[in-house]
Structures are given as C-alpha cells and as structure tokens.
C-alpha cells in the first residue's frame, strides 16, 4: 500500500489527504467481518457506482459490499498516487482479489481506478471503473474462453 501523497491539480483541501489515506487503510482490511468500519470513510448519504451495481446511502453500501465480500477469501489493493482536483481526487488501484466462486479461488488481478468526491473528511462520492470481464467474466468456463479469444483478435 502506499501513502496518500496526492498529485494536487486544483485548489488544496485540507481533509482530502487524510481522508484517501482512511479510504486506503480501509480498503485493505475490509471484508465480511468488518462493514461498520465504513462510517469511518463515507458520509450517510454516499452514492457509489461500479460496473455491477450502484447503491445510493450508506446503508445500502453496507448491504452491496457484504454481497461483494460474501465468498471472498482475500482481497487487497496496491494503490497508485492520487490526482487529486479541490474535492475531487481519482486513485488508481490494482485489486488482488481470492474468491470462492472465481477462478477456483486462484488470485485474480483486476486494473481500475475510484473516482472519489470527499466532503466534510468522508467521502460521498464513489465510483469505481475496471473491466468486469477481466474480473468475471474472462473466469467462467466457457464464456471466459470466447471473450480471451476476441481479446486476442482485438489486440
């Protein structure tokens, strides 16, 4: 993991490093067992997105991450330097992720990057951009098989 340092574009935001460097820490220790450390990094009325869902409030994040984190069997994230624009900021991240029902439990890495928007030292704006072939998709038996070879014709 790496610190928050943060590549400043915009006016500073005092709260902004602290709460990246929270939104971190976090990240690389939650799981299943451990959703009520989420107040601590996003306020109440959080809109998050991804590519497989979105959740509107804090208690509808809590119910989507404990269906993410449900058959997880580890979960880790190398962090790169943020951007960071006044209260705005996009962290990249690499995810290292062991699921019961993906690739038989092997490791998979999965490339993305959290666009973040941070208020009052929470954040209340969380939208994360990855492939989720490369996350599911390209995993299941057959199907993954058929999106590997298009990738292979495209690149």
Not at 26 to 48: A, I
Request: net charge positive.
């Amino acid at each position: 993991m790496t610190t928050a340092s943060a590549v400043e574009v915009g006016s500073k935001n005092a709260a902004v490093p602290a709460t990246l460097e929270r939104f971190q820490t976090l990240f690389n220790r939650l799981d299943k067992g451990n959703l009520n450390k989420l107040p601590d990094v996003y306020s109440e009325d959080v809109r998050f997105q991804d590519p497989l869902g979105s959740a509107q409030g804090l208690d509808e994040l809590t119910r989507y991450f404990a269906g993410a984190y449900a058959n997880a069997i580890s979960c880790r994230f190398d962090f790169s330097e943020p951007v960071v624009n006044g209260d705005r900021a996009m962290v990249p991240w690499v995810m290292h992720l062991r699921h019961k029902r993906i690739n038989k439990g092997r490791e998979i890495r999965v490339e993305g990057v959290s666009h973040l928007g941070i208020a009052d030292g929470k954040v209340n704006y969380h939208r994360d951009y990855f492939d989720a072939g490369q996350l599911l998709y390209e995993h299941l038996p057959l199907v993954g098989r058929v999106i590997r070879m298009v990738k292979g014709y495209a690149g």
